[in-house]
């Protein structure tokens, strides 16, 4: 089982930044798929940002252009960087690695974007 840690989560207010990091217990390199995910209380996990092995960047459609995502093969660590966060993105935000043969979730990060 791949253990996953994350960090950076917290209270900012509109138009703020934020970066969250992931902290993984293998080597990233060897991995299929990176990324974040996020969830609001009620509704589907949904996607925010991944990266391929190969190198393709997938971002959700409420994210794009204000999000990005990054991986550190060196470290294994992946992150997003959020600008412009908007109360919508008020969530727990959980990272995510795919394997060959298995997927892991962290245990979610709290972002909560409010005045």
């Known amino acids: 089982q791949i253990q996953l840690v994350e960090s950076g989560g917290g209270l900012v207010q509109p138009g703020g930044s934020l970066k969250l990091s992931c902290a993984a217990s293998?080597?990233?390199?060897?991995?299929?798929?990176v990324g974040w995910y996020r969830q609001v209380a009620g509704k589907e996990r949904e996607l925010v940002a991944t990266?391929?092995?190969?190198?393709?960047?997938n971002y959700g459609d409420s994210v794009k252009e204000r999000f990005s995502v990054s991986s550190d093969t060196v470290k294994n660590t992946v992150s997003l960087h959020m600008n412009s966060l908007k109360p919508e993105d008020t969530a727990v935000y959980y990272c995510y690695v795919e394997g060959r043969w298995t997927a892991s979730w962290g245990q979610g990060t709290h972002v909560t974007v409010s005045s």
């Open positions: 293998v080597d990233i390199s060897t991995l299929h798929r």
């Open positions: 990266i391929s092995r190969g190198g393709l960047i």
